[in-house]
């Protein structure tokens, strides 16, 4: 077996004899930037005796034990299971179960949950609340499965009073972000919230695709992007239920 070395710094040592040293990070670290998670989050997550050997890791399909947040038993799981699938097996039983399903699609207010806001999303939402009243009580979604471990999700923006979440996606300045993986896993989350009576508008700009019926697709963020949301929420609820939370000062476009 050849001996390789990664830019990340994972692999073998650089400068020992016969190693080959590629240009590129090493398929784990590569992983962690597309599911936009750290190694250090990993590291928290896997058995206490397991953490110097993943810490080292380059491989995703390499098997390790894991540590339940909730105090499930551990469980065998390789890491790309960890980084893009339910999480806990015990979680996801829970989950299905007909007391989690009580409060599925119940949206409500999580004061620990610390999400990385841009710009651009605070400006949407400054736009979006020149047309209609925002609850800016609630930030989370119960849902009726695991989502990377969680029982809830967490959209850019929550109308729970028409039941609707408004996400924006651009590609970032990688130009990678919401593609592959992160594609996936958007329409995962729209999934997840439709089981739960929801509906997901997304905001595709910078040359993303649409996802669906409910894609706005833009070049930027702009007032008329906006309208487009609203006019989509008038598609999937009504005038009415829409009107009911109009603020009456609509922007212009």
Known sequence: MVAVSFRCGHGAAGDDAGVVALRRVCPLCMLLDETHRSRGELLRRVAPAQRSALADETRVGATYDWRCARGHDRYAATVRAVLTGPGCPKCGVNAAGPSSAREAGVAFMNPGLRTRTSQTEQRLKVLLGERIRLHHGVNAVRIARTFYGRQEVWPDILVPQLRIAVEYDDPGRSRRAHLGLKEASDLEKDEALREVGWEVVRIRAG???????????????????????????????????????ATGHPAAS
């Open 207 to 245: 040359g993303l695709r649409s996802l669906g019926p409910h894609s706005v697709v833009c070049h930027a963020l702009t007032p008329a992007a906006v309208d487009e949301v609203v006019a989509c929420m008038r598609r999937i609820r009504g005038d009415a239920a829409v009107d009911a939370i």
